[in-house]
């Protein structure tokens, strides 16, 4: 189905859905990788990104040896061994397990923030951004671009935000804090125009948790109140769904 530029599936089960989102995204690398010599992916990090990532990296024909790998959001805060830390979830999800030509980490622990965003930035405007691979959250924010800090014309290709509580809750109910007061109040970002400069952009949101933040990404005008929603006026964006997640449409 399709909502403005935005295309989306749905799915009977979680598992069906990384599945399909990762075998698209498995073609789109080896279409791109036909013209190009490498290019350059943003990964997302978090529970709702399991079973796709979890596919991806069973996927042998993959040229990893020619994608620059980036992460697009990170805690600040957190010792940089926590495992809710968002680069060590993916270290041990997909950036340490195949390949890739390079990995770039968003720092953790106690570091200089505005060094940090230069040279993050610096190696995106380096390398490029050609797919994005993101969820959205349960207040439809894309990476930590939550609705009183998203800009659709951010100057910025990575910043600092404040996190909002309905965010941080979120990070309880999936089960990587234990309590409210163990997240974070601060993380790094990447910014909306950066995620959405990609030519691709393939949005991954399965669970119950979910179903309210879908139904305002399709049926909500598009506005920063609710950040995914500009993904309707991108093309070449795609959406997963599984029954859960879809449960209100």
């Given at each position: 189905m ?20 990762a ?21 997302a990090?978090a529970p ?9 990296v ?70 490029g ?5 993101m ?17 659709f ?8 935000v ?12 999936d089960?990587?804090f234990?309590?409210?007061d ?36 399709i ?10 929603t500009?993904?309707r ?17």
């Open positions: 399709t909502i403005d530029n935005l295309t989306y599936e749905i799915f009977p089960t979680r598992s069906e859905m990384g599945r399909k989102a075998a698209d995204v498995a073609a789109t690398i080896k279409s791109l990788l036909e013209t190009k010599p490498e290019i350059g992916m943003i990964f990090a709702s990104q399991n079973e796709f990532l979890e596919a991806l069973a996927d042998k024909t993959i040229p990893w040896e020619r994608i620059n790998a980036f992460h697009m959001d990170e805690y600040i805060g957190l010792s940089p061994d926590a495992p809710q830390g968002f680069g060590n979830f993916l270290r041990d999800r997909i950036l340490g397990q195949v390949p890739f030509k390079s990995v770039s980490y968003i720092p953790n622990g106690k570091v200089d923030t505005d060094k940090a965003i230069a040279d993050y930035s610096a190696l995106l405007k380096k390398t951004v050609d797919i994005t691979c969820g959205i959250g349960e207040n439809a924010h894309i990476a930590f671009n939550d609705p009183h800090v998203a800009r014309d951010d100057p910025a290709m990575m910043k600092v404040d996190l909002d509580e309905k965010c941080r809750n979120q990070q309880v109910h089960g990587c234990k309590t409210l163990e997240v974070p109040r601060q993380a790094f970002t990447l910014t909306i125009p950066v995620l959405m400069s990609a030519p691709y952009v393939f949005c991954i949101v399965p669970a119950k948790t979910k179903a309210q933040a879908v139904y305002n990404t049926n909500a005008e598009v506005s920063e109140k609710y950040p995914s500009i993904m006026t991108r093309q070449g964006c795609r959406m997963y769904l599984d029954a859960d997640s879809a449960s209100m449409l």
